[in-house]
C-alpha cells in the first residue's frame, strides 16, 4: 500500500466500521485490477482511485444504513483534508466510485455524476464495476477468500476462488453484483469457487 492508500486506510480506522471487510475489499479490487488490466486499460493513478473507493465504501454505515452508499459519498467529501496525497478531483472521483458499490448504476440523472467530464465518468464506470464484484466476493463479510485467478474471454470473465468456508455465497455474491461490469466491459462474469485444499 503507497501513501495513497495508507491515507484512506487511516481514514477507514477513524471511522471504525467492518475495518477488516474493507481491507479485504480493498484487496480484491486491486487485485480484479490487475488481473483484468487487458479490459480497462488504466494505470496506476487509477488502480490507487479504486483501493482508495474499495477501503472507504462502507463508511456512511457510521451515518445509517439506509443509503449508506450516499452517506459514503459526502463523508469521503469532507474528509478531503485527510486524503491530501489526493487531488481535489480525484476525492471527487473516489467518492463517486465508492457511491455506486451497490443499488443504483451511475447514471446522468445523478448530478453529481452527470457533472463530471465524459473521460472521468468512464473511469467511475470502470472502476465501480470492479469494486461492486470485490464487495460481493466478501458478501459474508468474514474474509474467506484466500485467493482467485481471472480469465478472459471475448464474452466472458471467469474468476475462480479458493476459499475457506461457503463457497455458494461467495460465488453468488459476487456475480449478484456484476450488473455493471457486464454493462461496461461486454462481458459476462462467471465466478466459480472452491474450498481451498
Known sequence: M????T???AVLVRFDWDVPHCRKVGHLAVTLFDQLTALHNLGA?????LEAAALLHDIGWTVSHDKHHK????LIQENRQRLSSFTATEVVLVANIARYHRKSLPALK???FATLPAADREVVRKLAALLRIADGLDRPHRQQVQKFTSEITDTVVTLRLQVRDNPEAHRTGGERKSDLFEQVYRRRLVVLAAMTG
Do not use: V
Not at 503507497?2 to 492508500?5: E, I, S, T
Open 2 to 5: 503507497n501513501q495513497r492508500g
Open 7 to 9: 491515507q484512506a486506510d
Open 45 to 49: 493513478p487509477e488502480r490507487d482511485l
Open 71 to 74: 452517506h459514503t459519498y459526502r
Open 110 to 112: 445523478h448530478e453529481a
